[in-house]
């Protein structure tokens, strides 16, 4: 649930306007914060959020799932009562959108066509930049619609599709041209699009690949890829899972393996689906890697969460299919001036699970590499680029996003799609 407008002005009001406001360092697209909040409390809600806007073109899906590093940075954070920077981002975006003044001029056609590949935030981040300083863009996407990892990955409770709904026709109505279903290096060869009349191109392809483990009975019926479970369950089929759960083979009680809001994503679907849920977790709590207040509403949905709790396998069923999680409860143990994990006596466990979700992270899609194999990676197969130009090893052909950054927040790749479109214009002036 977002702010009503009490607890907004209450928020806004709380906020101290420092001299010298160390959450503006926090956040990687440089939100002008207390410029934003201080419009708030005058309940201008229109001009906090073009002010939101002048940095960021997405706030509604930030003021939703960004992770808000810029709250612990704020000077309440030690005592445990930061600003909810998220919260009023989202309440100027939500009650914002209707009073904003439309853009009367259209920018000066620059005369230059740019192409990119990828239409998740990062990809229509730098669509809108380049969109609004008159660049004729092309945005083309492998699945049936654009948003990325958003679109099918981010439960619809968490962002409803309407919000990327919105911004698409957004970016439509500035003249940006969306291609789905449109698999560069498959359907098509990626320099063939770029000889389509384009003077550049931009690669956000993302991190949508889960990383795969050998994690002791990982390929046992009923266990899933976090990113495998949401997907189906965000698909056409949808209605269906919500409805039975059948589709996806779901036991009476799910454990989710690992961290990061896909996990929890995972764990509270699965609660939706009906599901006992236990997210196991090998480190503390707070290095879930997850907003304080998702792991709240998380717990107060029912996800039991054991933490630190390492585990250690899947034990089958009679029939080859999960039965079990076996694990190993952990703790805080100060050794020689450091602390560290270690094991408890007698703390083995086994938690009870049909269904078995792993969430160990993602990684880059290694399509690229056979639909244009010039193009340079990192050791760990994220795309190389030039720091100061943002150019790959390839004339004209950028990258941005997760797939240069690897898997991260929403924030960063939005901030790497707007980068990109910056450098790209310099390059084109
Ligand atoms: C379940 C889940 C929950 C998440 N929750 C959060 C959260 O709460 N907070 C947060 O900050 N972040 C969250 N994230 C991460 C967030 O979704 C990513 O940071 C973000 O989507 C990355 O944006 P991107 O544009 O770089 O890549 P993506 O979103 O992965 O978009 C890349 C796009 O490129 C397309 N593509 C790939 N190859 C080709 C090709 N060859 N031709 C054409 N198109 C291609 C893909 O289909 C995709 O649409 C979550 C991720 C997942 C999976
Ligand atoms: S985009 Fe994220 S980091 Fe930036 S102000 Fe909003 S919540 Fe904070």
Redesign the pocket.
């Known amino acids: 649930m977002g702010f009503g407008k009490k607890e907004n002005l209450d928020e806004s009001r709380r906020c101290p306007q420092c001299a010298q406001p160390v959450c503006l360092k926090g956040c990687p697209l440089g939100i002008d914060i207390p410029g934003f909040i201080r419009l708030l409390r005058e309940d201008d809600t229109a001009a906090a959020l073009e002010r939101i806007r002048r940095e960021n073109p997405f706030p509604a899906i930030c003021g939703r ?3 808000a590093p810029c709250e612990p940075a704020c000077i309440f954070y030690e005592d445990g009562t930061p600003i909810a920077i998220r919260d009023l981002e989202r309440y100027a975006a939500d009650f914002g959108r209707g009073k904003l003044q439309k853009e009367k001029n259209a920018p000066a056609d620059k005369g230059k066509k740019v192409a990119i ?7 229509m981040a730098a669509a809108w930049y380049l969109a609004r300083a008159g660049y004729g863009v092309t945005l ?4 049936h619609e ?6 099918y ?2 439960p619809e409770f ?1 962002l409803p599709q309407k919000i990327l709904d919105e911004y698409t026709m957004e970016l439509k109505g500035m003249g940006v041209r969306i291609e789905t279903n ?5 359907t098509e060869p990626v320099l063939d699009i770029l000889g389509r009349g384009y003077a550049a191109m931009l690669l ?5 690949v889960p990383d795969l483990t050998d994690f002791p009975g990982h390929n046992l019926g009923g266990v899933y890829y ?2 495998e479970f ?1 997907m189906r369950a965000q698909s056409g089929a949808k209605a269906k899972v919500l409805e039975t759960g059948r589709d996806l083979m779901l036991g009476a009680q799910t454990a989710v393996l690992g961290f990061g ?2 996990a929890l ?2 764990a509270r679907l699965a609660v939706r689906l009906g599901q006992q849920v236990d997210l196991i977790f090998g480190g503390p709590e707070e290095e879930l890697g ?2 304080a207040d ?1 792991l709240k509403a998380a717990v107060e949905e029912g996800v039991k969460v054991h933490a630190p709790v390492k585990p250690l396998g899947i034990e089958p069923d009679a029939r080859g299919f999960a039965g079990a999680v076996a694990c190993r409860r952990l703790e805080m143990v100060e050794q020689d001036g450091k602390l560290s994990l270690q094991p408890v006596a007698d703390g083995e466990i086994l938690i009870e699970a049909q269904t078995v979700i792993l969430s160990h992270g ?1 990684r880059p ?1 290694p ?2 590499r056979r ?1 244009l194999p010039q193009l340079q990676y990192n050791d760990n197969g994220t795309l190389w680029v030039d720091a100061q130009t943002g150019l790959t090893n390839l004339e004209n052909i950028f990258a941005a ?3 240069v950054t690897g ?7 939005i901030a ?2 707007k980068a990109a479109a910056k450098k790209i214009m310099e390059f084109l002036s």
Do not use: K, Q, W, Y
């Open positions: 799932i960004c992770p590949i990828g239409a998740g935030p990062s990809g083309f996407e492998a699945m654009p948003g990325g990892l958003l679109r990955g981010v968490r449109i698999l560069a290096g498959g956000t392809v993302g991190a949508g976090a990113e949401l809001p896909s994503d995972a997850v907003h998702d993602r899609n399509f690229l639909g996003g997760n797939a898997a991260g927040p929403v924030v960063d790749a790497g799609g």
